[in-house]
């Protein structure tokens, strides 16, 4: 199992611009969320969904969009990205009780 | 949720035991301690987690206090590839639900 990927690793955007960040899992896991984490921060959560076409905001869901079509893929959309949207962004997936994390997606956006 | 309270950092010697405390004192009932880690720069990594017994596996052991106000975490023979951040995360039972980060601790593990 790959467990959960992310792309793309590294991201520059410019204000204004948008962007999909690409999550998958193979684990046939139903839960799966988006963190962000800012420098010196822990993770703060933006959206997550507990199965496919179902979803839901988390703490600091704005400026974010989320669907889940399909069981695998949770991606996260950046509409008009902000200098603040500056972060690394985390997904997560868990089937009970333990979360497995991706190696992120480091965004810069000037 | 229960707030939690860790050091902010800790060191450590290679080959020694590592001991994390983490205060939970609001803790419900229900909710279950986690704990994860987070090497520099990579996704945060389960570690274990208990309810009121000790428990221990591959990585870790956990120590719950009786009265469930606070744990510690230990790591029996640190080493190098130890030094990350340490999170305690109280969370409910059988829940899928959402982990809430605080600071953690960053253990440092030196030669």
Sequence with gaps: ?110 | DAKTTQPTSMDCAEGRAANLPCNHSTISGNEYVYWYRQIHSQGPQYIIHGLKNNETNEMASLIITEDRKSSTLILPHATLRDTAVYYCIPRGGGSQGNLIFGKGTKLSVKP
């Design chain 1, 1 to 110: 199992n790959a467990g959960v990927t992310q792309t793309p690793k590294f991201q520059v955007l410019k204000t204004g611009q948008s962007m999909t960040l690409q999550c998958a899992q193979d684990m046939n896991h139903e839960y799966m969320s988006w963190y962000r984490q800012d420098p010196g921060m822990g993770l703060r959560l933006i959206h997550y969904s507990v199965g496919a076409g179902i979803t839901d905001q988390g703490e600091v869901p704005n400026g974010y969009n989320v669907s889940r079509s399909t069981t695998e893929d949770f991606p996260l959309r950046l509409l008009s990205a902000a200098p603040s949207q500056t972060s690394v962004y985390f997904c997560a997936s868990s089937q009970g009780t333990t979360q497995y994390f991706g190696p992120g997606t480091r965004l810069l956006v000037l």
